[in-house]
């Protein structure tokens, strides 16, 4: 299995640009889940799908921020305008089901970069 | 509400010592606990994790951890450290009735040769 993967791996951008994150979790897996970790607030849950619907997005810090999974394999995490207070590493990780006991799979993560 | 603690920035220790990281947590009903290690610029790895059962637990790498209900810990330890263990490792929480996932600050291990 190819695990989660995740593009851009780094990503370098102006104020006011908009960022797109792009994740594929693993085949079979039922939820996704992303996350940011910055050195101040450490790992963050942003938002998470289940079967393709957002569950919870109360991690989401502005309206700026939005996530989007239109299938099974396939979700992006866009932040329009970005920021300088929005460079992070953003993960997205995924798990089989969202049992409490069931365990999350992370892919490499995309280290932003808004100058 | 659920929290996990990592009392130590940074653990430092031989190569062939045996090592601790240590984690408490805050959570109503039983846990679920998790460990995660982190290499540079690589995303989170599992490690292990406890949901019920033998109090100690085994995973990956030759690390194991214990679970103290007592003193709500769930200190990740290896018995003879290697330099190739040098990451960030965090803990992380889980109640039984919820999705989230809570984890530690992180904890960074540095094994000197």
């Known amino acids: 299995d190819a695990g989660v993967i995740q593009s851009p791996r780094h990503e370098v951008t102006e104020m006011g640009q908009e960022v797109t994150l792009r994740c594929k979790p693993i085949s079979g897996h039922d939820y996704l889940f992303w996350y940011r970790q910055t050195m101040m607030r450490g790992l963050e849950l942003l938002i998470y799908?289940?079967?393709?619907?957002?569950?919870?997005d109360s991690g989401m810090p502005e309206d700026r921020f939005s996530a989007k999974m239109p299938n099974a394999s396939f979700s992006t995490l866009k932040i329009q305008p970005s920021e300088p207070r929005d460079s992070a590493v953003y993960f997205c990780?995924?798990?089989?089901?969202?049992?409490?006991?069931?365990?999350?799979?992370f892919g490499p993560g995309t280290r932003l970069t808004v100058l | 509400a659920q929290s996990v603690a990592q009392p130590e920035d940074q653990v430092n220790v031989a190569e062939g010592n045996p090592l601790t990281v240590k984690c408490t947590y805050s959570?109503?009903?039983?846990?679920?606990l998790f460990w995660y290690v982190q290499y540079p610029n690589r995303g989170l790895q599992f490690l292990l994790k406890?949901?019920?059962?033998?109090?100690l637990v085994k995973g990956s790498y030759g690390f194991e951890a214990e679970f103290n209900k007592s003193q709500t810990s769930f200190h990740l330890k290896k018995p003879s450290a290697l330099v190739s263990d040098s990451a960030l490792y965090f803990c992380?929480?889980?109640?039984?009735?919820?999705?989230?996932?809570?984890f530690g600050a992180g904890t960074r291990l540095f094994v000197k040769a």
């Open positions: 990780a995924s798990s089989r089901t969202g049992g409490a006991a069931d365990t999350q799979y």
């Open positions: 992380a929480v889980r109640d039984p009735g919820g999705f989230k996932t809570i």
């Open positions: 959570v109503s009903g039983n846990p679920y």
């Open positions: 799908f289940n079967n393709n619907v957002p569950i919870d």
């Open positions: 406890y949901i019920t059962g033998d109090n």
